[in-house]
């Protein structure tokens, strides 16, 4: 274990804490930002220090690929590769192969697919993802899950949670630093309460130092995703933290925040912003819209961001999708945005003002559609 | 020797500290907007719409100062998606673009996008490519677009032609370039350095001539363009001679 969990405020199952990792103190609820081939898209490790930035994420399966995992241990880790001081996670590579590889093959091995570099056959099994991120050296790394997604039925997702609880024991021995990196293992099941209640013991059994919620995030009704979220914040245990991954939309953050989870990373506070689209405490702004065009206030005139500060919409809707500033620019607000929504709600729970700050969050957002699939 | 050659307009004023034994010498260009002066000779850092290419506006001041505080901007960058009566109403490209301690510098032409096309440009106004197709601009548009985006300085409308043009055109367009500059000095707004523009292509002659011609003109520096369109970089000494050797005392030049 090398982390240290210290719940500072409650409101009903929703916590703040203090989550020290070898590499930073964080405060949760807190939002990661991806960055997937060690950099986040459009912003310098300087700036995501500016907007308190506090945990970023790495993907293992595309670090693997380029440069390598033996390349950045050779050179001292990840956080020196990409100069970045504060706290890191590493995913185990499993989901990319799943979602981007069509011809990935899943056996109790591992996963099976087709080398994207030359094609070749290749096999990661839960040893070689913890050796990965052993090399990679992130403060918390992820155990080696079977994902299935929620909107299929049927034996697979038993079969995969029960997988996933037999990967977890070989992550386990496979981890050679496990005081200096965190293994997480993740909750699988489907949206079957039966299977997510098995899982959710079998890893707690292994007394893990923090879990994750996974197999969400991947086109499941909204109510079927809360649901699940509120079972397994209900069944894992209270002093450690949980990571509800692939998560995502800002209210989906909230209200699982309200829920009892503590950590979410998701890629679309940036994809979105690269499509021109801004985060705002009404929902969305759509900067490609024309009627941006003639509209001289900031993106939100509330947000005390770098760009919202000197930009007008006007201005940023010439860059959209034209300009590389323009993504750049709207990357940093949406970014900005998301440690803002982390601090409140960190805040606002340890200040005992949870209930008033998500009533006044919900009541900007008049327009959203709760029907919108989470993004992956 | 050093020799006391300065110039001053509204938000620039520009010095000689020191001469080489040739030609070359050493300034100081301080601007109103400016904290600290600009040495020179100075480079212009690209812009698109005004922004540095890839690095954003708030790392801007980690780049070597007080150098990099001098932005070259094409107005052409804003004719796609940007109205010049929103940016009037921002309040010009200080506003608009966040960056109150930097100096901008107008030529519509950029160099990457924004290319002259000599062969569109014709006596009512110059011709550019650009990425929202092909554009021509008239005098009276420039002047439109300056009043605007209120730079420090800004370079006259020229018609710049490649080397391998016949003498005739070559000829025109030093007409029509001086002709533009005096349009263009007239509709000129307050506040900011007109810089004539100097062309003539390959030809000393021509050269000397549109030099002399923009002397007499009451400008407060050069912007000497037609370079980088087909000449060899063995024959731009010898352009460039014939232009200073009016003994000009302030000339910015773009390739």
């Known amino acids: ?27 949760t609820p807190l939002f990661m930002p991806v960055g997937t081939q060690g950099t986040i898209k459009g912003l310098t490790t300087n700036q995501l220090e500016e907007i308190g930035c506090q945990i970023i994420l790495g993907n293992t399966y595309h670090l693997a690929l380029r440069p390598t995992s033996e390349l950045i241990d050779e050179l001292g880790g990840l956080h020196k590769f990409m100069n970045w001081p504060r706290a890191m996670l590493t995913d185990s590579g499993g989901f990319q192969m799943v979602s981007l590889l069509h011809l990935a093959d899943i056996t109790e091995k591992g996963v099976t697919f087709q080398s994207p570099v030359d094609g070749k056959p290749m096999l990661l099994t839960p040893e070689e993802s913890i050796q990965i991120q052993n090399r990679i050296g992130a403060d918390i790394i992820m155990a080696l899950d079977d994902v299935v997604r929620t909107i299929i039925t049927g034996p697979r997702i038993e079969e995969a949670m029960y997988r996933t609880l037999r990967w977890i024991d070989r992550c386990i021995a496979a981890h050679k630093r496990p005081h200096e990196q965190n293994l997480f293992g993740i909750v699988q099941g489907g949206l079957d309460p039966v299977l997510r209640d098995i899982c959710v013991r079998g890893l707690v059994d292994r007394n893990l130092p923090g879990y994750a919620i996974g197999g969400l995030a991947g086109g499941e009704d909204k109510d079927s995703f809360w649901r699940v979220v509120a079972q397994c914040t209900a069944a894992l245990p209270e002093d450690k933290p949980r990571y509800v991954m692939g998560v995502g939309y800002p209210l989906d953050i909230v209200v699982c925040s309200a829920l009892g989870a503590d950590m979410y990373d998701c890629v679309y506070p940036t994809r979105t912003a690269r499509f021109g689209t801004a985060l705002v405490p009404e929902g969305l702004l759509k900067l490609k819209n024309r009627a941006m065009s003639d509209d001289t206030r900031p993106i939100d005139p509330a947000c005390a961001c770098m760009v919202c500060k000197n930009y007008t919409r006007a201005y940023i809707h010439s860059l959209v999708t034209k300009d590389a500033m323009g993504s750049q620019l709207l990357s940093y607000h949406n970014l900005y945005y998301m440690m803002q929504l982390s601090r409140n709600l960190h805040s606002s729970i340890v200040q005992g003002r949870f209930p008033e700050f998500v009533c006044n969050f919900l009541q900007k957002m008049v327009c959203i559609s709760l029907s919108l699939s989470s993004c992956h | 020797m050093s020799s006391s050659n300065s110039i001053h307009s509204s938000a620039m004023k520009f010095a000689v500290k020191a001469w080489s034994n040739g030609r070359a ?19 212009l850092l690209s812009t698109r719409k005004g922004l540095p290419l890839f690095i954003s506006p708030d790392l801007l001041p980690s780049l070597p100062s007080p150098d990099s505080h001098l932005l070259h901007v094409s107005p052409l960058h804003f004719l796609e998606g940007l109205s010049m009566t929103t940016i009037s109403k921002i309040g010009g490209l200080h506003q ?108 000393l002659e021509e050269r000397q001539r549109c030099a002399q011609e923009v002397a007499r003109r009451n400008v407060s520096g050069y912007w000497v363009g037609g370079f980088g369109l087909g000449e060899t970089m063995d024959e731009r000494p010898a352009l460039l001679n014939a232009v200073t050797v009016s003994n000009l005392t302030h000339i910015f030049w773009q390739k």
Request: glycine share 8%; charged share 20%.
């Open chain 2, 96 to 203: 608009m673009l966040g960056l109150h301690e930097y100096g901008f510098a107008a030529v519509p032409r950029d160099s990457i996008q924004c290319l002259p096309e000599a062969n569109s440009t014709n006596k009512v106004g110059a011709s550019f490519e650009t990425p929202c197709g092909r554009l021509l601009i008239k005098p009276a548009e420039y002047m439109e677009m300056i009043s605007s985006l209120r730079p420090e300085l800004w370079a006259t409308l020229a018609d710049e032609v490649p080397a391998w043009v016949s003498d005739k055109r070559n000829k025109t367009s030093v007409d029509r370039t001086i002709k533009w500059l005096d349009e263009c000095i007239a509709l000129s707004p307050t506040g900011g350095a007109v810089f004539g523009a100097i062309v003539g292509g390959s030809s």
């Open chain 2, 25 to 43: 010498r050493a300034g100081v260009l301080h601007l109103d907007c400016c904290p600290t002066p600009i040495d020179t000779p100075s480079l």
């Open chain 1, 1 to 27: 274990m090398a982390l240290r969990f210290e719940v500072l405020g409650r409101f009903n199952r929703a916590r703040a804490a203090h989550l020290t990792l070898p590499h930073f103190v964080c405060e």
